[in-house]
Each structure stands twice: as C-alpha cells, then as structure tokens.
C-alpha cells in the first residue's frame, strides 16, 4: 500500500513539473541581430532576422543561434567580404550562446512590466569561445515579451584578423544589438 | 605631345576611378537576377539537412535555390513576411524570410527562390521571392 501511494505521489509530482517545465519555455525564429561599427570612410552595419532562440523561464538557461550568412548588407562587396574574408562563414556557418539569466526569479514573464536581466554564458562566434556578461531588457506588455540587449565584441577575441591595408579603417570592436519576441512554446 | 598623353592619362584615371566607385557601391543582387543552382522539395531540403547538416551545406549554403512545397504558415514581423514550409512533423520547417510583403494561403503549393543561409532548428532562406 505504502509503495502505491509513493508511486501514485512520484507520478503527480513527474506530471505537475512536467507541466510546468512545457509551460515556461519561450522561443523565437525571428529574433534580430544586428552589428554595427563605426569606420573613417563609412559605417558598417547588418542585420538578421531569423535568429533563434529558446528560453527556459522555470531556470533561466538561454540559447541563441544565428547563420553568418543572412546578415544583410547594402553593399554586395561588403557582405562578400564579411562573409569570405572575416568571418569565413562557409567554415563557420554559426555564431552562438549558451547561458543562463542570472536573476531569473526576479522576472515574471507572464506579468505585464519592464524587467532587468543579468545574462552571462559563453559565445561562440568565428569558432571561437568565450565567456562574456551583458545586460538585457525585457518588456511584457499583453502577454508580448520583447527582450533586447546591446554588448560589444572584439573582434580579437574571437580570431577575427583585420588585414593589415585597412587596419586603421576598421574598428576593433563591434556593436551588436538583439531584439525579440518569444512566444511560449506549448508544443513539445 | 606631353600635354596629349597627360590627358589620355588623366581620362583613364578617371574612368578607372567611376569603374571602382560602382562596384564598391554595387548592391546585393536581387534573387530573380540570380542563376539557380539548385531545384529542391521543402521536405526533402528539410530531412537532408536533419540527418548530416555539414552534407547538406556542401550543396546548398550559399547558393539560389528553388524550393517547392506546401505553405504551413505565414508571418509578419516588423514589415518582414516570412513564409513556413513543410512543417507537419515537430517543429522544424524550411523558413523562407521574403523579400516583400506576400499573399499566399496557408495549404497552398508553391515555389519559392531564395538563398539559403543555413540550418538552426529550421533550414532558412533569405532574399526570398514566390515564383
């Protein structure tokens, strides 16, 4: 008798946190990337909107992923040479983090507000890691949750050579910008 | 003599420069202008690249393709329509970001050109346009 009702508890413990794992997960395929860099002769800047993410509310792992090769530019010689001569995108198709929002339990996504997050991890772009701490907004208005974020990279960091010619003409960091809608994911 | 060959010089220079500013300012090809490299079903694109996604990026990262297949969703987001095809099993779909607005019924058979620039938990396409 004692076994049952141990068992029957486990079952609707497994089925209540079940639920709610389904039930706090959030995603996007059409989040925003965009970077911009200031140069002498002109600016440099891109943007993508198809890059994913997942977010786990219940404790606040964060997964983002975007393909080098949808940044569009304006000008087809420096999507060439972002693509060829940079970020050697064929080779390294992905840029990538994976962390976590660090004061997830101060943030109620399923109530209406404006919320600070602290999101750390590891990101991963050009096939190099490394770990890096950035703040990020969320806005939950209607059930809408918009999350932005703005950090800098350098390109350093990530093995990115700037050729020697146009060393003093490209800047060695780059502003990168997110925004994005999540929905709540109920299919899983 | 000199005076003459100064002046073909500096017309060479001159057209030389016009010639380097145009393709510095040339723009991203539009998709239509584009040769297609390759003609591929929606699902088919789509399980080729589940099972080996570095296979599948030799023959399509990069490259204009057709893809043909049934519209399973439509969105708008921030003015930009993306259409959703052959996303019946789980949640994965090939993901065609279009270059404008577009009006196509969810059910519908259509083929689309656009280029691919990879796989995340769906093959995307960018530049798209409905053929």
């Not at chain 2, 929606?42 to 393709?65: C, G, M, Q, R, V």
């Not at chain 2, 399973?72 to 099993?89: F, H």
Request: proline content about 1%; hydrophobic content about 45%.
């Amino acid at each position: 008798m004692m076994m049952i009702i141990k068992k029957m508890i486990f079952i609707l413990l497994v089925l209540v946190s079940g639920n709610q794992l389904v039930a706090q997960k959030y995603f996007t395929k059409k989040g925003e990337v965009s970077f911009f860099s200031h140069a002498p002769m002109e600016d440099i800047k891109a943007v993508s909107n198809t890059g994913s993410s997942v977010l786990d509310a219940a404790n606040g792992k964060l997964q983002w992923a975007v393909l080098i090769k949808s940044f569009a530019f304006t000008k087809a010689l420096m999507q060439e040479h972002f693509n060829e001569n940079y970020m050697e995108s064929t080779q390294f198709p992905k840029a990538k983090f994976t962390g976590t929002i660090d004061n997830m339990t101060a943030i109620d996504l399923k109530k209406d507000g404006e919320y600070n997050a602290q999101v750390s991890g590891v990101l991963e772009i050009h096939g190099k890691e490394k770990k890096i701490a950035t703040n990020a907004k969320f806005l939950v208005a209607k059930g809408k949750i918009i999350a932005t974020s703005v950090f800098k990279v350098y390109l350093a960091d990530y093995g990115i050579e700037i050729p020697s010619v146009v060393k003093d003409k490209i800047a060695k960091e780059v502003e990168i910008s997110i925004k994005s809608n999540y929905e709540l994911l109920d299919k899983m | 003599m000199r005076k003459k060959s100064f002046l073909v010089i500096s017309i060479l220079l001159l057209i030389l420069l016009f010639i380097g500013y145009n393709m510095y300012n040339k723009e991203v090809d539009k998709v239509a202008d584009l040769k297609t490299d390759q003609k591929v079903e929606a699902k088919t694109l789509l399980t080729e690249f589940e099972s080996d996604e570095l296979a599948a990026n030799k023959l399509y990262l990069d490259k204009t393709i057709e893809v043909s297949g049934m519209v399973t969703k439509v969105e708008e987001n921030e003015g930009i329509t993306s259409v959703y095809l052959a996303s019946e099993e789980g949640l994965s779909a090939v993901i065609c970001q279009m270059e404008e607005a577009v009006n196509v019924a969810v059910g519908s058979e259509i083929v689309v050109k656009g280029v691919c620039s990879g796989y995340l938990m769906d093959v995307i396409m960018v530049r798209c346009i409905i053929l």
